[in-house]
Each structure stands twice: as C-alpha cells, then as structure tokens.
C-alpha cells in the first residue's frame, strides 16, 4: 500500500517484557515521527528522524526507550522492560520534507499488564 | 512547555452551524500550521495547513485563519456536519532541518456535531 504501515496493531505484553514496533513510512518520506497517545491524552512528541541528521529523541520519556532508522526507510521503536504506563497507542508518521505534512499509520495499541 | 496550546478541550455546536477551533502558539520560529482530525482507533489525517506568508487559506468547508501578531490560529469549519465529529489537533513546525522543524501538536479539542 501507499500509507504508512505500522506492525503489530495491538500487542499485549507483560510488565518487564521487551518489545518493538516497526514502521514502514511512505518511499521517499525523508522526515519520521513517532508519537504516542495515552488514554485520554493528547500527542506526546517521541523521536524525530531527518534525513541523514542526528534524531531528535527530546521526547523519549526514559533511556528505556529507543528507536532505530534503516536510512530512510523502516524504522524501530524498542522499550525495554516495560511498564504499565507505557500503555498506550504509539503512533508513527511520515512526510516527503520537514515540517510538511506528515501522514500517520494507524499505530499500534500497546497494553502492559 | 506547552508550544502548541488549545485551551478548549471539547466544543459542541449544532449542525448546519458554524464550528470554529482555537489554537495559540508560542515560539516564534513556527511559520507553518497544519491541522489534523483524528476518529477514535484510527490514526490523525491531516486536514488544511497555512503557512505564515499567508493569513487565510480556504479548501471547502474548511478555513484556517493565521493571525502571526498573536501568534493565534483558527480553524472554521462552515456548515458542520455530523461526520465532522472527532478530535482535532493543530501543528505547527518551522523552516529548516533542525529541531523546530519537527511537527510540534496540541492537546487537541473533541468536537461535537450535533444533529
């Protein structure tokens, strides 16, 4: 498809567990957020690749957090030992230049338990 | 520190009326805006943006308004419709490839369309 592709849709995982969630962003998308929606909350700012630069990761809450870009194509984001208050849908986009229009997956639904 | 700011956090208006969402920001160096709708479950889509060498930029039933002196901006949305119905958010972003040129959002605002 065209859209941004974002796997799995739902996971479910148990507290101290490690995961990840991939993202296939747009061919030729040079710019790729990750953001992520706690219930009832609205977008937190994760990380931001551009291009060749180094990510802007300000926004990852903790250094269990991280994320990983092939160029610009797939990326990954890993949590660590998760908590219960990563629970959320973690969101991820994709836009041709900076600061454009960004298209969003559909995200993924993490639940920790 | 909130750079992106919509203080509303839900409207309701009636059908046929007109629907008009608020958004405040404060860094400067923002000179382009987007607004996004998002339906629950599903991921934002982007709906209109403007950039800052305009002050209105119009497609459809939507209009946003950029008034850069306040560093405020409106989106209308003329007649509203049931299907209008979702949680909007605003963006904005600046020029250039560093950090402000990430896409910076709102809270967001939960409208309702009332029938």
């Known amino acids: 498809g065209a859209g941004v592709s974002q796997s799995p849709s739902n996971k479910v995982t148990e507290k101290g567990k490690d995961v990840e969630l991939r993202c296939d962003p747009i061919?030729?998308?040079?710019?790729l957020y990750w953001y992520r929606q706690r219930l009832g909350q609205g977008l937190e700012f994760l990380i931001y690749?551009?291009?060749?630069?180094?990510?802007?990761k300000s926004g990852l809450p903790s250094d269990r957090f991280s994320a990983e870009r092939t160029g610009e194509s797939v990326s990954t984001l890993t949590i660590q030992r998760t908590q219960q208050e990563d629970s959320a849908v973690y969101l991820c986009?994709?836009?041709?230049?900076?600061?454009?229009?960004?298209?969003f997956g559909q995200g993924t639904r993490l639940t920790v338990v | 520190d909130q750079q992106v700011k919509q203080n509303s956090p839900s409207l309701s208006v009636q059908e046929g009326r007109i629907s008009i969402l608020n958004c405040d920001y404060t860094?400067?160096?923002?000179?382009?805006f987007l607004w996004y709708k998002k339906y629950p479950a599903e991921g934002p889509t982007f709906l209109i943006s403007?950039?800052?060498?305009?002050d209105k930029n119009e497609d459809g039933r939507f209009t946003v308004f950029l008034n850069k002196s306040a560093k405020h901006l409106s989106l209308h949305i003329v007649p509203s419709q049931p299907g209008d119905s979702a949680v909007y958010f605003c963006?904005?972003?600046?020029?250039?490839?560093?950090?402000?040129?990430?896409?910076?959002f709102g809270k967001g605002i939960t409208l309702s369309v009332r029938p």
């Open positions: 986009a994709s836009s041709f230049l900076p600061g454009t229009e960004a298209f």
């Open positions: 061919s030729g998308h040079t710019a």
């Open positions: 690749f551009q291009g060749n630069s180094a990510p802007d």
């Open positions: 860094n400067s160096m923002f000179d382009y």
């Open positions: 403007i950039s800052s060498i305009k």
């Open positions: 963006a904005a972003s600046a020029g250039g490839t560093g950090a402000n040129s990430k896409l910076t």
